[in-house]
């Protein structure tokens, strides 16, 4: 079993920059990392994703240039860097494991409100 505790959402304004957390208790290798968002009314969506084992990262289009995903894997930490943060970005955003799947994932983080003011 894997537990995922977020940490690092909160309110900014516009242009600015906000980076989340996800410690991951458990194995990570061979696993992917993924960064999903829920804004009210909206469906769920994939932010960006990291594979453990090699690094190689994926971003939806609306956060390329923006956001950087990256991991620790001394600390089995992933973290979303946000910059030039828009008010479309606001929403609760949830850290996922998938222990080998890029379509689904298996463990799940409690979710953190991020909210940018125009």
């Known amino acids: 079993q894997v537990q995922l505790v977020e940490s690092g959402g909160g309110s900014v304004q516009a242009g600015g920059s906000l980076r989340l957390s996800c410690a991951a208790s458990g194995r990570t290798w061979n696993s992917v990392s993924g960064w999903f968002r829920q804004a009210p009314g909206k469906e769920r969506e994939l932010v960006a994703r990291i594979i453990w084992s090699s690094g190689v990262t994926t971003y939806v289009d609306s956060v390329k240039g923006r956001f950087t995903i990256s991991k620790d894997n001394a600390e089995n930490t992933v973290y979303l860097q946000m910059n030039s943060l828009k008010s479309e970005d606001t929403a609760v955003y949830y850290c996922?494991?998938?222990?080998?799947?890029?379509?689904?994932?298996?463990?799940w983080g409690q979710g953190t409100q991020v909210t940018v003011s125009s």
């Open positions: 996922a494991l998938s222990l080998g799947s890029l379509q689904s994932y298996d463990f």
